[in-house]
């Protein structure tokens, strides 16, 4: 009960600062260019770290995919080779794994610079100019999330196959021929529509959860960086519980 009553407080000050944070700007023009400049700070640059990982990721899923089917009882078809790899990098790599990267990345990011306006008492500043801050600070952060995280999934989805695809042919283990083939193999479309969904949902949480976090902190540079650490804790918690319930709800 002890810890119960502050995490209610918490979870009741996130959605309050949510519904700050969605209301209907007095001057929508202004919000353009605020969020062109979040999509460049929270997706533009995180493109080179995504394409990075992915690519490797995608290789070293085809080799250990590659082994796991040699070393199998039965003989398993190369081909099985480039489709389970896709099957992995749609369901879970490309937007979950990369997700709680990009928490990292992305959340700390969010959590230090609303963080140091608070420090600062640059918000201040704004909710005495009659400036609705959460709004004015929040909203941009998460429709630029929105926007450009299902482009970084793309983008992940093809440096890995990309990956898987390079590996074979530099190492000779399997022929591209193979691997294409089961790249072509039947594959659920819903597939593709539930790691959306994943993405789309990660997106929204690494925006508020560290902005959250930030908003609230209280006393000066060494609590912004605590402020930071817990923030990419608590999102990576979030995200991999909301994986489970939305695998549930989607796939089972």
Request: charged share 10%; net charge neutral.
């Amino acid at each position: 009960m002890y810890l119960l009553i502050p995490s209610l407080k918490a979870i009741g000050k996130y959605f309050m600062l949510l519904g700050d944070s969605f209301r209907i700007p007095k001057n929508p023009r202004v919000y353009y260019k605020l969020i062109i400049r979040e999509i460049h700070d929270l997706g533009f640059n995180s493109l080179g770290l995504t394409a990075f990982l992915s690519l490797f990721m995608g290789a070293v899923l085809a080799i250990q995919m590659y082994q796991n089917f040699k070393g199998a009882a039965f003989p398993v078809p190369d081909a099985y080779v480039g489709y389970a790899t896709k099957v992995v990098l749609v369901l879970e790599f490309s937007s979950t794994i990369m997700c709680i990267i990009l928490a990292g990345k992305v959340g700390s990011f969010i959590a230090s610079s609303i963080g140091s306006m608070r420090v600062t008492e640059q918000i201040d500043a704004l909710e005495v100019m009659g400036v609705n801050a959460a709004n004015f600070l929040i909203l941009p952060k998460i429709i630029a999330s929105l926007l450009f995280y299902p482009v970084l999934l793309m983008v992940s989805l093809v440096t890995g196959i990309l990956g898987a695809y390079l590996v074979g042919a530099i190492t000779g283990q399997w022929s591209t021929v193979d691997f294409v083939e089961g790249l072509q193999m039947d594959f659920d479309t819903w597939f593709y529509t539930y790691t959306f969904i994943k993405m789309e949902v990660f997106a929204f949480v690494i925006a508020t959860i560290p902005a959250y976090f930030g908003f609230y902190v209280d006393g000066g540079s060494l609590e912004v960086g605590r402020a930071s650490t817990t923030a990419v804790v608590w999102t990576c918690v979030v995200i991999i519980v909301l994986n489970l319930i939305l695998t549930q709800m989607l796939l089972v």
